[in-house]
């Protein structure tokens, strides 16, 4: 029995050994016959990589179709380049409008009385007196607006520091009032390499009322002409954060547009308003001529005289924006600043007085 018991675990062992030494055969077999059928195929592979090599047809044609994109593509893209970098062009004003063309023809007859939508001049030295003078006139200055300042608590809900902008656009004597009142009132120092630009010589001379006048930090147009502001504008953009000192509501501004226009980056703050004056005790048939300065003059004078009609009463006016109102009311320019030869409003009614009450 021992005996059987020891040979039964030999035959066992028997079995196991001859399957394990017949399966690593079947396995090399079968590795061995895998080994010959990966041959087979990569054995075609070789001259499926050699077609491409045929493709120097290919290659060859494509370098000659590369060559007439290549030349045929920079022309117009330096044709386009050329364009922006007319300064003439940059500065041309979209629906620009010849002005002197709106100008009535009627003769110029004698004047007498004028009013001026604007306050009393300070002080006994006006250009205005000269004009009285020289040509037996009189003016009469009653503004047809008022201002009011926003208080320095409602300006600081426009979240605007005024130290964070290096170049500031004055388009008027209230826009440099208010600014440095808002500056007293918030208690800002502004820093003496700050950069004012303004639209005439009179409002940059105005600046000495509050500030040192620096030659090299105040801009100007010598003809009182926007084009030259834009022009001063375009030369500092790199260099210059510009804010524009504005009233709360006014009507579209060239000066605006051209710089959303030209994407120069800008901020517009609102340091003042308007509100049109009761002009109902104002007796207008003893003027021979009014001279408006703004949109909201005409505005105003609609809210006291709602059917209002110049009739005899000739308009002078200030500015394109308030020219553009008068010919949307169908009146008549008889007089207007700045134009050719005209850059200013007084020198506008010096003309016309040369002619008119020589």
């Known amino acids: 029995m021992a005996d059987e018991k020891s040979t039964k675990p030999s035959a066992t062992a028997f079995i196991l050994k001859s399957s394990k030494t017949k399966k690593p055969s079947l ?16 054995a075609p592979a070789a001259p499926v990589k050699k077609s491409p090599a045929k493709s120097p047809a290919k290659s060859s044609a494509t370098p000659a179709q590369k060559p007439t994109p290549a030349t045929a593509a920079p022309a117009p ?13 940059i500065l041309k004003p979209k629906n620009d409008k010849n002005y002197s063309e709106f100008l ?56 605007i520091s005024l130290n964070d902008f290096s170049g500031i656009i004055f388009t008027s004597r209230n826009a440099i009032d208010h600014f440095f009142r808002i500056c007293e009132e918030l208690r800002v120092k502004m820093s003496q390499e700050t950069k004012y630009f303004c639209t005439s010589e009179a409002i940059a001379l105005y600046l000495q009322k509050y500030t040192q006048y620096r ?30 000192i504005g009233p ?6 060239e000066i605006t547009s051209f710089m959303s226009d030209q994407n120069i980056p800008f901020t517009e703050a609102v340091m003042y308003r308007t509100v049109p004056s009761d002009l109902r005790k104002v007796d207008l048939s003893k003027y021979d001529m009014m001279v408006l300065f703004s949109p909201s003059a005409i505005h105003s004078l609609y809210q006291s005289f709602p059917a209002f009609k110049p009739g005899k009463l000739k308009v002078g006016v200030y500015g394109k924006t ?35 009450n020589k």
Do not use: C
């Open 322 to 356: 308030t020219a553009d109102a008068v010919l949307e009311a169908k009146w008549q320019i008889h007089l207007m600043a700045p134009l050719e030869g005209a850059p200013s409003i007084i020198a506008a009614l010096d003309g016309y007085l040369k002619v008119s």
């Open 77 to 89: 893209a330096a044709e386009e380049k050329k364009k922006p970098v007319r300064l003439s062009e």
């Open 104 to 159: 009535s023809t009627e003769p110029k007859t004698r004047l007498k009385n004028i009013i001026v939508a604007q306050p009393q001049p300070e002080g006994i030295k006006s250009p205005y007196f000269d004009l009285e003078s020289k040509y037996k006139v009189k003016f009469q200055f009653t503004p047809f607006v008022t201002v009011e300042g926003v208080q320095g608590k409602d300006f600081r809900k426009q979240r």
């Open 215 to 244: 030659k090299r930090k105040v801009f100007f147009s010598d003809t009182n002409s926007n084009k030259e502001m834009r022009a001063l504008i375009l030369k500092h953009r790199d260099t210059t954060r510009f804010l524009y």
């Open 248 to 253: 709360e509501v006014r009507s579209k501004d």
């Open 27 to 42: 396995n090399k077999a079968s590795v061995s016959s895998k080994k010959v059928v990966k041959p087979a195929p990569k």
